[in-house]
């Protein structure tokens, strides 16, 4: 058998990639197995008034983007599905907006349970503006990191998160160099 000329593997190729596009472009957008999400933690968590990353002349920018901000967690609560705590003071958020304009959150931090158990949480989301009257909307994808035991059903699902202000009855920031950040924790199952 011969070589095949370069030009009718190119040919073969392009249609090989037409066809494989014309039954792409054919398939109905159809749900399968449609996620389903579960409201399984409520986080109120407690910041400062915020920081300045510094660097003269920099506005903030850094390799990723330009952060003008960073906002000291000094406290805050959590309760859900067999779960209850304090965040634990020393966290950080340290949102950031990408040279395309997105607004990134970026936040880390700890929770320890009413049975003394820690916990890591690394909050990572986006800001959009909504075509609804509320405006802008932020939608997280919690991480936890828990030791083995009681709370490792954390470690082992997918979870997204909203981020919203806080209902009076749920405030707990004390004074006006406190404020309060609503994080609603969904399972996704």
Known sequence: MGKIPALTLAALAA???????TRAESWPLTERDAPKLEL????????????SPG????????????????????GGA???????????????D???TRPDGVEVVDALYRLRTDD?????????GLSYNGADADGWHYRL??????PKG????????LFIATLSEVPASMRLAKGPHENDRLIQVYRVN
């Open 15 to 21: 249609a090989s990639t037409l066809r494989a596009a």
């Open 40 to 51: 399984v933690l409520q986080l109120v968590v407690t910041c400062s008034d915020p920081e």
């Open 55 to 74: 660097g003269v002349g920099s506005g903030g920018g850094s390799k990723d983007g330009r952060r003008t901000e960073i906002w000291p967690i000094v």
């Open 78 to 92: 959590f309760q859900g599905k067999g779960i209850r705590g304090t965040v634990i003071a020393g966290g950080g």
């Open 94 to 96: 340290f949102p950031l």
């Open 116 to 124: 003394g158990v820690t916990i890591i949480i690394h909050n990572r």
């Open 141 to 146: 994808a919690p991480e936890f990191i828990a």
């Open 150 to 157: 009681k709370y490792d059903w954390l470690n082992r699902a």
